[in-house]
């Protein structure tokens, strides 16, 4: 059996979790205090908009988006990267400009890495250490509150204008979003004052859908949404019939916001506590018995991206 017909997601579920000495359904490792990623992607795996500033940059928040989102302060940073010997200096540069300013946003420290050759386009792989804020979490169960930071739709567009040739107009917001993602440096604050309520935390790069799948595999409970929050032009899409819900679900990786699983009795106090630091979180569904993911009680088919199978 090839790569391609197993899929990264069933890769990991089947063959490297036979290898690691932690749940393959978590994005982070955590030893001590200690808060552990890497997280990376093929330089000819980013959109004609993108330049290797932007590159740099987004690599480093993908990392950083499950430290924060976990629950963890990034501290260090290291990276891999592999270049062609052809390309100009002033450009590879660049890629290092943008690794070192996205670790200054975030006050952590850049210190060094790996450099490789490649006859290709090349690829940067970025390695996260970070200190864990919360060292002790209430257990998650059903009934627990499920809430995320922001409304989706910005990357959806973006790909789906790329995969349309066009034919979806690009929104401004959706190329400044990929060009240089962010993640809210307030969600450390929030993690630091909500431990006692927080059971769970991740962020949603990989797509929702994908993301709730390794959650309740990590829980062993499932989810249902009562709402997918949408911006307006995506929202649209589904009004007007143009895409289904899941199809939209299908193109929103990238999406670098945060899902929290809360305590039901907490959920108010969670929600005051997030609206004091600035943040305006949604919530979305709870955690139930079974292992499904439903929306209003209607069962969702898991779609998203795939590194070895592409979009499924």
């Given at each position: 059996m090839k790569l391609k017909e197993i899929g990264?997601?069933?890769?990991?579920?089947?063959?490297?979790?036979?290898?690691?000495?932690?749940?393959?359904?978590?994005?982070?490792?955590?030893h001590d205090g200690i808060v552990l990623k890497v997280d990376g992607f093929p330089i000819s795996n980013t959109l004609p908009f993108m330049d290797l500033y932007d590159i740099g940059w987004k690599a480093v928040v993908a990392t950083f988006s499950d430290l924060i989102s976990s629950g963890s302060v990034p501290k260090f940073i290291?990276?891999?990267?592999?270049?062609n010997p052809e390309l100009e200096v002033d450009e590879a540069q660049m890629l290092m400009k943008?690794?070192?300013?996205?670790?200054?946003?975030?006050?952590?420290?850049?210190?060094?890495?790996?450099?490789?050759?490649t006859n290709g386009s090349g690829w940067?792989?970025?390695?996260?250490?970070?200190?864990?804020?919360?060292?002790?979490?209430?257990?998650?169960?059903?009934?627990?509150?499920?809430?995320?930071?922001?409304?989706?739709?910005?990357?959806?567009?973006?790909?789906?204008?790329?995969?349309?040739?066009g034919k979806v107009p690009l929104l401004n917001e959706a190329k400044q979003k990929l060009m240089h993602p962010i993640v809210n440096r307030t969600l450390i604050k929030l993690h630091k004052k909500a431990c006692g309520v927080v059971a769970f935390s991740t962020d949603i790069s990989d797509g929702l859908l994908v993301t709730l799948k390794k959650m309740i595999n990590y829980l062993g409970n499932g989810v249902n949404l009562h709402q997918i929050p949408l911006i307006d032009f995506t929202q649209e899409l589904v009004d007007n019939g143009t895409y289904?819900?899941?199809?939209?679900?299908?193109?929103?990786?990238?999406?670098y916001e945060t899902i929290f699983v809360v305590k039901k009795p907490n959920s108010k106090m969670f929600e005051e506590i997030a609206k004091s630091d600035g943040l305006n979180v949604i919530r979305i569904g709870e955690v139930i018995e079974s292992k499904s993911i439903t929306l209003n009680s209607k069962m969702l088919e898991i779609h998203g991206w795939d590194n070895f199978k592409g979009w499924f």
């Open positions: 990264e997601h069933g890769f990991i579920k089947d063959v490297i979790s036979r290898y690691v000495s932690t749940d393959v359904n978590l994005d982070v490792y955590v290291l990276s891999s990267v592999g270049l943008g690794i070192k300013d996205a670790a200054d946003y975030y006050e952590s420290s850049y210190v060094g890495g790996d450099t490789n050759s940067i792989d970025i390695v996260g250490c970070g200190e864990l804020i919360c060292h002790d979490r209430p257990k998650p169960e059903p009934g627990d509150i499920i809430f995320i930071t922001g409304k989706l739709g910005y990357t959806t567009n973006a790909f789906l204008w790329y995969t349309s040739k289904g819900i899941e199809d939209i679900l299908k193109f929103s990786g990238e999406e």
